[in-house]
């Protein structure tokens, strides 16, 4: 790439960058507190997200979508993020399933459900997990007994974000042949979407029970290959999961740091404001340093999925490993900051302090990852990301 076109990249990118942070000033921050009160995003900013183009981020031009590029992909994510994690989580669970189609899907599949995916007139869920075994596709029980011209689905699905309002759900099921992957509307008859409340955070994140209980599908309902859904359809759609909540938990820790600067910077005590105290600026520059790596971290998996490297996995693994514990440690000491006031419901802080410690356990939990990574790096160490590999900017 020329230097002058290298630098008209980098000011699209910006540019791109300042539009979507004036969408989550405008549209997201403000709804915030209501939305983890309320524990639902609003239909209004759903609709908002849709008019912005942001429900049709993984899908192509073509089928109505914007096709984002890997790194603006997680710029959206990061900056939706840093105002709502439940609403990054709506673009997390939707985008999965619209990629899922758009990389798997049959030409009838792409051409009847991503037009209505990217205007938001249909949105997706992702049932995969089940309870007692979560994820781990060793463990999953749902069946799919094929019948005359199709399958009848029977099992549960749980911890299904966005549940509530999806229309359409991916779910994974056991077919003679083995783990397949099915495109289900939620209307199907012997489908039962069951609220799941309580949950400590990204309150918002519509979460639900998805019992199947025979229910019938068409044949065509089969996304990519039959009996191989698990190494393809679930491990593509997992990745771009992972790659979403590492940008969620950079959002989560800038959102602490934009906090602990404005608390800092007004807060006085004993005459002085608390952002003098030396310890003080020990809180902020660790916050600060560990953003700013979680965001290059981020900004690398992103190029190298943009490229399809070899070492975009192990790339994604690392980012959301060290963004989600740096996200925690972050909120940990922004609640810190704020003392008895950020220890309460309503208040930013302690709404980052729940929504952070849900990132340490969804898409690959911590202890998960730390084995994973080092499995990777061991078996092959070209999946080592290249620290020369050009990290993109994005104005920031």
Known sequence: MSPDAGAAT????????????????????????AIDQDSAVPAELVRALAA?????????????????????????????????????????????????VQRWGTDDQRAEWLPRLAAGDA???LALSEPGAGSDPTGLETTAEPVDGGYALTGVKTWISMALIADLLLVFARTPGGITAFLVPRTTPGVEVVPIDGVLGTRGGLMGQVRLSGARVPATAVLGPEGRGFPTVATTALELGRYSVAAGCVGIAQACLDAALAHTGSRRQGGALIADHQLVRRL????ATEVTASRLLLRQAGALRQANDLSAPTATWMAKYFASTAANRAATETVQLHGA????????????????????????????????????????R???????????????
């Open 382 to 396: 070209r999946r080592l990301p290249d620290l020369a590999a050009p990290l993109l900017s994005t104005g920031r």
């Open 52 to 100: 912005e183009g942001h429900l049709g981020a993984t899908v192509a031009p073509g089928f109505g979508g914007t096709g984002l590029d890997q790194v603006r992909l997680g710029v959206l994510h990061e900056e939706v993020a840093r105002g709502c994690s439940s609403t990054r989580t709506l673009l997390t669970v939707h985008g999965m399933v619209s990629d899922a």
């Open 341 to 380: 006031s950020g220890c309460f419901d309503g208040h930013p802080a302690a709404r980052y302090f729940r929504d952070a410690k849900v990132m340490e356990i969804i898409e690959g939990s911590t202890q998960v990852q730390q084995v994973v990574i080092a499995d990777l790096v061991r078996q092959d």
């Open 10 to 33: 980098l000011t699209t990118r910006a540019q791109d960058t300042a539009r979507v942070r004036e969408f989550v000033e405008r549209e997201v921050t403000p709804r915030a507190a």
């Open 123 to 125: 949105l997706g869920a």
């Open 284 to 287: 902020v520059t660790d916050i």
